[in-house]
């Protein structure tokens, strides 16, 4: 059973994202300056399958202690930038309604003019993975990555507002994007789910993948339709970086397999749907921090018995 | 594969609700004076599936075409009482957001007054599900009714505001309940799916089935959690009904089957499901008129390729 999710020796994954320090209050508590960031999480899901490559940056308060983390997951950490000034800070906040975040204060601070630099050893990564950022650093990572054997991004509404125009020429040269409900609808201006998942992949992406947060998520391809469940919470303790855990399982599993068969892209988003499901029961990284294979793999068997029913005999 | 859902002879299923002329205006097109009515949905739905009886009230308005379209559904129409007077009209209309509909104007009509009675040769039927009425009459069904092997109910927001109390006394009784997302956080004051559904198995009902539109459903019973997925359709026409086809399905299925069985209740809310993506494909009934068995076990069947994915090795 583990070795479907046993660490691969050989395709690795490169993700290149934001690194944050959140402040994060939901009905269940808050956290101050606990370790963010799209990328962090991403990278922490993903380092349960495959090895990774994180590509972010850092200003010179970033605690030694979170370095040392990244590193314990045997997260490769060379492309960590680190320069002078304030890491990123988020702060917002959930109430009743966990699905969405309320932003108090974001402060780009190092993050503002953060330009991805793919470090040489870098550039022949297996699989990639554009963690939300500004769609004009997207390219630029595409530019500099030698035909890796898949390429992932996400995004947010505010590209889809301020840049579709960039965000529409990354779509072309990905082959999986992920975008939650609201933003798929946002960025197709239809209500149909299904409608924005197929104009979408008019765009380029071959695959794109709908997350619904407690709805699950839904993968749609080729003459193909996929609906995920999400895994059944009482207490969902904090949101922050559930898109990000999912999308980094999701691309960790396939890195660890090798194969990008729809088969296998469903398995995957089951895993990403399982690291989601393991994030948000804490806050900040505290349980991704602490997860076994063996939870991993017994929690998609739970998603097995959730989805399944029997043929008609 | 179709004596899954051939016509059973055996158990019948009693349906009690409402009858209805609506007016429905959607952003695909609009009818007028159309049948409609939970308890007509519920029961067109049921008929694929085993005998029906209906219970409910029309007006010396309704026409007899209407009677004859259940008739030839196989449904036996001995428990519609037609009175002097006009039958219940609702007007609405879905925009944007076909999960959302809008009231126009509701004429309660013959409806105001409408006292269930069970004749005799109803009851001792073997299945019976309350449709979306009053739960002072709901009540009132379930003390003509004698041991019946399954109850089901349904109810709405208007009755959970206004008659907790006897929502909650019929709760105490029915083994099965259906409610959508909203009104499940209404009743229990809470967020959480998971929990809400866990709080009303608490009242009485053994299963809790959240329905959730376009996200598909769930099922809560003891111990386990089943996620069914939504049928994914470019367009929905007319929502209107489906959450009543959707329990015509349920409960006409496990009377075909007479199987209460926690994986035949899996069976029957994807037969559910079914029996709710076709009707929303048109509006009124006409989708639900013309359905054939295999047009039902083909869908059921793309149901089962939707939710599938391979376990880990």
Redesign the interface.
């Known amino acids: 059973?583990e070795?479907?999710?046993e660490m691969s020796d050989g395709s690795n994954v490169l993700i290149v994202g934001s690194v944050a320090l959140d402040n994060v209050k939901t009905p269940f508590g808050e956290v101050n300056e606990a370790l963010g960031g799209a990328a962090v999480y991403s990278s922490v899901a993903a380092s349960y399958f495959a090895p990774v490559r994180i590509v972010g940056v850092v200003g010179n308060d970033f605690a030694d202690e979170h370095v040392g983390f990244l590193k314990s997951r045997g997260i490769d950490v060379a492309g960590l930038q680190s320069v002078s000034g304030e890491t990123f800070r988020w702060s917002g906040y959930y109430d009743?309604?966990?699905n969405q975040a309320h932003t108090l204060e974001t402060k780009l601070n190092v993050f503002q003019d953060f330009r991805p630099h793919i470090p040489p050893q870098y550039q022949e990564s297996d699989y990639v993975f554009l963690a939300n950022i500004d769609p004009a650093l997207q390219l630029q990572v595409l530019d500099q990555v030698k035909s890796p054997k898949l390429t992932v991004c996400d995004t947010m509404n505010y590209w889809i507002d301020t840049r579709r125009d960039l965000l529409i020429e990354v779509l072309k040269r990905v082959d999986v994007v992920f975008l939650n409900d609201a933003e798929a609808r946002q960025l197709c201006g239809t209500?149909?789910?299904?409608?924005a998942a197929?104009d979408i992949r008019k765009l380029g992406p071959s695959v794109v993948i709908i997350k619904?947060g407690?709805?699950?998520a839904?993968m749609?391809s080729d003459d193909?339709?996929?609906?995920?469940?999400?895994y059944?919470?009482?207490?969902?303790r904090d949101p922050t970086g559930a898109g990000d855990s999912f999308a980094g399982g999701f691309i960790g599993y396939v890195a660890s397999t090798d194969d990008i068969s729809e088969?296998n892209l469903?398995?995957a988003?089951?895993f990403g749907s399982t690291l989601a499901s393991f994030n948000v029961q804490d806050f900040s990284l505290g349980r991704l921090s602490t997860l076994t294979q063996q939870d991993i793999?017994d929690r998609?068997?739970e998603?097995?018995?959730?989805?399944?029913?029997?043929?008609?005999?």
């Open positions: 059973m070795d479907a999710v009743f309604n966990l209500f149909s789910l299904v409608k197929n619904k407690e709805h699950g839904v749609v193909a339709f996929f609906a995920a469940p999400s059944p919470l009482e207490e969902v088969a469903r398995k988003t089951i793999v998609y068997c998603f097995r018995r959730i989805a399944h029913f029997e043929p008609v005999e």
